[in-house]
């Protein structure tokens, strides 16, 4: 596993969801990517109840990536975070005095996943509580290990696909240019879903876009 | 003499006559053509038999020329000469059941192959002798009586010699780890890390560098007895995926064919120390292997690669397809 780079793709002109969908996939296959599959990511949020009053109450956000079907990642925002088997959701409903679920709250990015020489590209649809929200674009270049290296060849990779609208540097990168990106357990990837997510729940509703 | 004098008036003759007859086809063609299309639209009907009738004569008039032409051309041309016998293999071009044994044919088609690849021969023979790929100090075609019985003293070389240099060159390069194990032997086999972009397996048999094997920085180098991992066995597959990751094997097996041809490029065979620091440099110069563009066309990714050449020079990065 290689670096990882999330970020979020404004919709064309006039188009819905689906439709941007379409033309970047149609794009990535101009390019000669492969398509090898589907893929999905999801956070839940819980409330931790039982808190001091006078704090506000810390979220625990429990995602999963069919990356590693077998584990789930739990971390607070900004936090510390825990990989943990599958069962872990199991845990948290036992725990559940102490930990709410907030049901209405769950998000999601379900998509295909691309591969193009060393790059795989997953574009996804983003959604919660079944209204799409936004487009999520997952790039990772597997051959390197250090962010502050592939920065620009991944920037050049993605100006092909994605046109203007590329990303600035993720700030998970920021904080480590050159410590290695930790591949195993996803969680710099998943810190970047995160933040994805928190901000597509803070957007309005797109118009005319509920499924 | 006379013969191919001969010769060579038929054939140009020969030729002439083919394109006259080629013209004259056409213009008989022409004059059939303008037959059909018949009269041409104009506005009175005199000067639309007037343009067809002019139209006609030219047309038989270029016949004419080319068929007198032909026919000063077929004089010219001759017999055949009969003094080029086949000999034997000419005999056979008489057998007339030719689709059930086409010996000639097949004959004249196997000599014709021959000489292709006698030519070929000789072009290719003369191109790889002016870049010599022999790493031993033998001179190239020396008897067999004069071919010296003793090995270079090059080739053996004390094992601790080899461990003094290698760990010298070690420390000329500070981002640059050489770790020297001898699984087989004493030929040394060395892991070099570099940065943290790849890790390099350099097979040596006493100085000199026999292999080379580039790896990505987190892949597995080592077999389950801790020996270094030679050959590439699965894929870097993580078990737990159920989408399997598959670690693109291409891109570093490019690199690992560019660090052979270094490793050919690099050679003196009477001082291997001076060819494994050069071997080395070059090695180096992958630190920014993802950082830098190519020299030639700027960008980053060319079919989706990165520049993977680096000159033997100049050590700057090209792509490979930019290099040339």
Redesign the interface.
């Known amino acids: 596993?290689g670096v990882t780079c999330v970020c979020q793709v404004p919709l064309a002109e006039g188009k819905s969801v689906q439709q941007t969908i379409d033309i970047l996939h149609k794009k990535l296959e101009q390019l000669?990517a492969v398509k090898?599959?589907n893929?999905t990511v999801d956070c839940e949020t819980y409330h931790a109840t039982g808190n001091a009053s006078g704090q506000p109450t810390k979220l625990l956000y429990v995602m999963h990536n069919?990356?590693?079907?077998?584990?789930c990642l739990a971390l607070f925002e900004g936090g510390p975070c825990l990989t943990a088997d599958g069962n872990f959701d199991v845990l948290m409903i036992k725990l559940k005095s102490h930990f709410q679920n907030a049901k209405g709250h769950k998000v999601e990015s379900r998509g295909s996943?691309y591969?193009?020489?060393?790059?795989?590209i997953k574009v996804g649809a983003v959604t919660m509580s079944s209204s799409a929200r936004g487009i999520s674009v997952e790039l990772e270049y597997?051959?390197?290990?250090?962010p502050g290296?592939?920065w620009?060849?991944m920037k050049?990779?993605m100006q092909?696909f994605l046109g203007p609208s590329i990303p600035e540097l993720p700030s998970v990168f920021a904080t480590k240019p050159e410590g290695?990106y930790a591949?195993?357990d996803c969680v710099d990837t998943m810190t970047q879903y995160l933040e994805l997510f928190s901000k597509v729940r803070k957007q309005q509703v797109l118009p005319g876009t509920t499924r | 003499m006379a013969d191919a004098m001969n010769v060579g008036v038929n054939l140009e003759a020969f030729s002439q006559a083919i394109s006259a007859i080629q013209a004259l086809r056409s213009s008989v063609t022409r004059v059939f053509d303008s037959l059909k299309d018949g009269m041409k639209n104009k506005e009175t009907l005199e000067g639309r038999e007037k343009v067809f009738i002019t139209e006609f004569q030219d047309n038989l008039q270029s016949v004419n020329r080319d068929l007198n032409e032909l026919e000063r051309l077929s004089t010219l041309v001759g017999r055949p000469s009969e003094s080029h016998p086949l000999h034997n293999s000419g005999l056979l071009s008489l057998d007339p059941v030719q689709d059930k044994t086409p010996l000639y044919s097949q004959l004249l088609q196997a000599y014709k192959w021959s000489n292709k690849l006698q030519y070929h021969a000789g072009l290719a023979s003369s191109l790889l002798n002016q870049q010599s790929l022999k790493r031993s100090a033998n001179q190239m075609g020396a008897s067999a009586k004069r071919r010296p019985k003793v090995q270079p003293s090059t080739l053996v070389l004390p094992p601790q010699y080899v461990d003094d240099v290698i760990s010298r060159i070690g420390r000329m390069f500070p981002d640059m780890s050489i770790e020297l194990f001898r699984p087989n032997g004493t030929s040394a086999v060395l892991l070099v890390t570099l940065g943290?972009?790849t890790k390099t397996i350099v097979v040596m048999r006493s100085l000199f560098i026999d292999r080379t094997i580039v790896r990505?920085?987190?892949e597995n180098v080592y077999s389950e007895d801790g020996k270094v991992l030679l050959s590439r066995g699965n894929w870097n597959v993580?078990k737990?995926?159920?989408?399997m990751?598959?670690?693109?094997p291409?891109?570093?097996s490019k690199v690992t064919d560019h660090a052979t041809t270094a490793l050919l490029h690099y050679q003196l065979p009477q001082m291997p120390d001076v060819v494994v620091r050069s071997f080395m440099t070059w090695l180096r110069s992958y630190i920014?292997?993802?950082?830098t563009?190519c020299q030639r066309c700027g960008?980053?990714?060319q079919?989706?690669?990165?520049p993977t050449w680096r000159d033997f020079r100049t050590l700057e990065a090209f792509h490979d397809t930019c290099r040339q």
């Open positions: 596993m000669g090898q599959g893929f069919s990356e590693t079907p077998l584990s996943r591969r193009y020489c060393d790059f795989l597997c051959p390197c290990v250090v290296d592939c620009n060849l050049e990779f092909s290695l591949p195993a | 943290k972009v990505g920085f987190n993580y737990y995926s159920a989408t990751c598959f670690y693109n291409w891109f570093f920014k292997l993802f950082q563009p960008k980053f990714l079919e989706g690669l990165p």
